[in-house]
């Protein structure tokens, strides 16, 4: 890996262990349920999960009695996944692995998951490269993207104009949300590739004003830009306002009720060639 790939690598992953993402991966957790039952991991499979965060896939894929290792490229989240994995009694590997070079040999794995994770690494045709690789002919790839168009994708969208500026062939995140994209990436690596989209309910701020104030205060992502705005005043308060607009808009409850969001995100399920 180049100076500038390391250098990249360790911001990547001090943005990510800023704040208090395992907050935010409780609420979105149900996504990552959903990917472990889509994917049908059983006893005696060896499964991958990549960019795992505090283990909300891992965790349950091995309380079904599979073997898994959880990896990540921020390793600062397994200390809350340990915990975790301890208190539901499930048992699990742990390693830290960039998403885009996977230290696995290939076809090691029986299913290769990835809830709103890999989607985050910023060389699209590396990770799928990389997810296939590890793969086992026969064995189960899937993901789970924020859509271009949900709530989230939208939400990137108005953070990108905000953020520092992306690395040289950087892919915006949430395009892993679009079927045009995963089929280019993935489709010629699978006999079969299964593209659905759902929603996540999510209640659990009571105003968008809290829903904003979350994500400021607890989502690296957005801590990184709160960083990059630094003390321009009116940027920050541009940023601010159109920030809270957007969680206005899409809030779906109505007057006086607490703030229901539903974020679309992209269910993919491959099956290795
Ligand atoms: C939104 S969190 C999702 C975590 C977890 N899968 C979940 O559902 O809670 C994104 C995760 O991607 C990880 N990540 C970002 N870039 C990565 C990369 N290049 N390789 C591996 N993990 C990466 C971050 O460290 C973070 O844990």
């Known amino acids: 890996m180049s100076a500038t790939d390391t ?47 505090t283990g909300s896939s891992a965790i349950p894929a091995a309380k079904t009695g599979a ?7 921020t390793p600062e989240f397994f200390d809350v996944g340990r915990a975790a994995a301890a208190e539901a009694g499930a048992e699990l590997e742990w390693m830290q692995a960039d998403a885009e070079a996977l230290p696995f040999d290939a076809t090691s794995f029986d ?21 296939l690789r590890v793969t086992k002919p026969g064995g189960t790839i899937a993901m789970a993207n924020w859509t271009p ?9 108005l953070l990108g104009q905000y953020a520092p500026p992306p690395p040289p062939g950087a892919q915006p995140p949430p395009l892993w949300g679009s079927e045009d994209h995963v089929r280019e990436l993935l489709g010629d690596g699978c006999s079969e590739l299964r593209l659905e ?15 904003v104030g979350t994500f400021r205060e607890k989502y690296g992502p957005t801590i990184a830009i709160l960083n990059h705005i630094g003390d321009d005043a009116d940027r920050l308060a541009e940023f601010d306002r159109r920030y809270l607009e957007l969680a206005e808009r899409t809030n779906l409850a109505g007057e006086g009720e607490p703030a229901r ?8 399920v491959g099956t290795r060639a």
């Open 7 to 53: 250098t990249l690598k360790q911001r990547h992953r001090a943005m990510w262990a800023s704040g208090d993402y395992p907050t935010i991966a409780h609420i979105v957790a149900p996504v990552s349920e959903h990917l472990v039952r889509a994917c049908g991991v059983r006893e005696g499979q060896r499964v991958l999960d990549v960019a795992a965060g």
């Open 67 to 73: 073997q898994v290792i959880a990896s990540d490229l």
């Open 111 to 131: 299913v290769v998951l990835s809830a709103i994770g890999a989607m985050f690494a910023p060389h699209h045709d590396a990770v799928a490269r990389e997810l």
């Open 149 to 157: 168009e949900g709530v989230i994708g939208q939400t990137f969208k």
């Open 197 to 211: 989209r759902h929603t996540l309910d999510v209640t659990a701020f009571p105003t968008p004003r809290d829903a």
């Open 261 to 268: 969001y539903e974020y679309e995100y992209l269910l993919v």
